[in-house]
């Protein structure tokens, strides 16, 4: 595998990361709502998931999809029924005041907030398609070991700082005071928003 297909299949997981779904707006929700501690072990969760995924496609997990599209499905529908549970919590929750250091210990714990965003991406199958098409596209056969981990960490690593980024853009003192003003509002449209997405992964 050249240095040239490497960095390729990294810039399009870059891009497919950066595209918005279930994750970014787990991840807005919690930055805005819980602050960056809580929404970067989120991040790193979702990293965790990709890579997961990644390494299920090279294992041939995608293959299987094809040839047996029931399996798809069920992962399908599980993960539609976790993004829609997400969704009803959000909901139910959103008229309660946000939480704020001053009055407390934070509300997620690190090792919570990865397991949510760990979570949250092993809710999507469809990653698993999108490493599979990519991998099967670019990935070489004979590629050493060594290079396909290296990959598998790039992926890791893309994933986790992009949504650092989001974190830490969101949780700023600005973005937390504005959404303080409106977090019924915005968790409303947030849990329709992830309902929509678990009805698009659901039938999709």
Do not use: C
Not at 5 to 10: A, E, I, K, N, R
Not at 62 to 70: E, I, M, R, T
Not at 84 to 112: C, D, K, N
Not at 154 to 174: C, D
């Amino acid at each position: 595998m050249t240095p040239t297909l490497f960095l390729t299949v990294v810039a399009l997981h870059v891009m497919a990361a950066i595209s918005p779904g279930p994750s970014f707006v787990v991840s807005v929700r919690v930055a805005v709502s819980e602050g960056f501690r809580p929404a970067l072990g989120v991040a790193f969760g979702f990293g965790l998931g990709a890579a997961i995924w990644a390494g299920a496609a090279l294992a041939g997990l995608a293959a299987l999809f094809a040839v047996a599209p029931l399996a798809l499905s069920v992962l399908k529908w599980l993960g539609a029924a976790f993004l829609l549970w997400l969704a009803v919590q959000m909901w139910r929750h959103a008229r309660e005041p946000i939480a704020t250091p001053e009055l407390g210990a934070m509300p997620r714990g690190i090792l919570s907030a990865i397991r949510l965003g760990l979570t949250t991406q092993l809710a999507n199958p469809k990653a698993a398609v999108f490493f599979g098409a990519v991998f099967a596209g670019l990935v070489p056969p004979d590629t050493p070991l060594p290079v396909l981990g290296a990959l598998l960490a790039a992926i890791l690593v893309n994933e986790t700082l992009w949504y650092a980024v989001v974190a830490r853009l969101f949780s700023a003192a600005r973005a937390r005071a504005v959404y303080a003003r409106i977090k019924t509002g915005i968790d409303r449209a947030f849990g329709g928003l992830l309902a929509a997405l678990a009805a698009k992964i659901a039938i999709g």
